[in-house]
C-alpha cells in the first residue's frame, strides 16, 4: 500500500521542489557499522549471516518513514511496506538482482529470502527491476573495506529508490566493524535520516 503526500501540507515542500532542480540531486555516505556483539550472537544461534543483518537494515528502513518516500511521475509517496532487492552472487561469479518481501517474522523473511535466493543462483538473467519503487537496492561487496564509495545511478530526476551497500568486516582494536555506503536523493532524505537509520540499524545488531 501507498498514499500520496499532499505536498501543499508537507513541511519538506520547499526542500523537495529546491532539490528536484538539481542535475543530480543524490548524495553517497559511508558510515560503519559494529558487528561485534551481532557477529557472536549469530554463531551461537547458528543463525544465517547475510539474511540476519539484511533483515536488520530492512526492519530499520521500516522505521524511518523517510526511506519509504519515492517519486513517483509528480508525486512523493509513502510506501507502508518495502522489499530488498540484493544482488546475488552466483557460482560463475556474475551475479542477478533479486527481490525479497519484508516479514516482520524472521523464519519467514528468510524461508522466502532463500526460495529466492536460490532461483537467481540457478538461472542467467540478470532479473531486472529497476522499474519498482517499493524497493531498497541492497548490494554486498565481502572481497574489500572502504572508506568512500559511489554507486551507479540513471535517471536523476526521477529515481528515489536508496541503494546500499556492505563492505568487507575487519577487526579495529579488537572490534568487529563494517562498512555501508548509503546513496539517497536529497529532495526526499536528508542526513538526519540517514543518522536515525543508522541508530536504529546500530540498536537491531547489538540487540
Not at 552466483?90 to 523473511?109: A, K
Not at 526526499?188 to 540499524?201: E, S
Request: aromatic share 14%; hydrophobic share 40%; proline share 4%.
Amino acid at each position: 500500500m501507498k498514499k500520496i503526500i499532499d505536498l501543499d501540507l508537507w513541511k519538506r515542500r520547499e526542500h523537495f521542489l529546491f532539490f528536484r532542480r538539481f542535475d543530480d540531486p543524490f548524495y553517497d555516505v559511508t558510515v560503519r557499522f559494529d558487528m561485534t556483539s551481532f557477529s557472536q550472537k549469530i554463531k551461537e544461534m547458528n543463525s544465517p549471516f547475510f539474511l540476519s543483518y539484511l533483515y536488520a537494515s530492512l526492519k530499520a528502513v521500516h522505521q524511518i518513514p523517510a526511506f519509504r518516500l519515492r517519486i513517483e511521475k509528480d508525486d512523493v509517496v509513502e510506501f507502508d511496506r518495502v522489499a530488498a532487492g540484493p544482488a546475488i552472487e552466483r557460482p560463475d561469479g556474475t551475479f542477478g538482482f533479486s527481490r525479497i518481501s519484508y516479514d516482520e517474522d524472521f523464519e519467514t523473511f528468510c524461508n522466502e529470502a532463500r526460495d529466492v535466493m536460490e532461483t537467481v543462483k540457478n538461472s542467467s538473467e540478470l532479473h531486472d527491476d529497476s522499474g519498482e519503487l517499493d524497493v531498497v537496492y541492497y548490494s554486498t561487496v565481502p572481497w574489500f573495506s572502504f572508506t568512500g564509495l559511489t554507486q551507479p545511478r540513471m535517471n536523476l530526476k526521477t529515481d528515489s529508490v536508496p541503494k546500499i551497500v556492505f563492505g568487507r568486516i575487519e577487526e579495529l582494536n579488537g572490534r568487529l566493524f563494517m562498512p555501508a555506503g548509503i546513496q539517497v536523493n536529497h529532495a526526499l532524505i536528508d542526513g538526519r535520516d540517514i543518522a536515525d537509520y543508522c541508530k536504529v540499524f546500530q540498536k537491531l545488531l547489538d540487540r
